[in-house]
């Protein structure tokens, strides 16, 4: 459970930091990151991260990929984590 912790909050941290870099490189006409590449970081459990990163840099804020995929993202991961930490800790029910 510890790793775990770690790699979110590494995860996050990586994906907030992406979303920053790539609306500066918007800003700047240089190379982008690929969409891609911003919603895969979210789905390996940077969605926190990432719509944290799309608000505080209103970067892809307009995309509804983002703007709706991201939070559902969230959504299913939030779930996921319960129904995984109700298994651990209630085995039996």
């Given at each position: 459970?510890?790793y775990?912790?770690i790699?979110i909050i590494?995860?996050n941290i ?5 979303y ?5 490189k918007a ?5 982008r990151t690929p969409?891609r590449?911003l ?6 459990g ?6 944290a990163?799309m608000?505080m840099?209103?970067?892809k ?5 983002f703007?709706?995929g991201?939070?559902l993202?969230i ?5 996921s984590?319960?129904?995984a930490?109700?298994?651990h ?5």
């Open positions: 459970m510890k775990f912790i790699y590494t995860i990586i994906a907030f930091i992406m920053g870099r790539d609306k500066r800003i700047q006409g240089a190379f969409e590449v919603i895969g970081v979210a789905i390996i940077g969605s926190v991260g990432a719509y990163g608000h840099f209103h970067h804020t307009k995309h509804a990929k703007f709706i991201v939070p993202i959504i299913v991961q939030a779930i984590f319960f129904l930490l109700k298994a800790l209630l085995p039996g029910l």
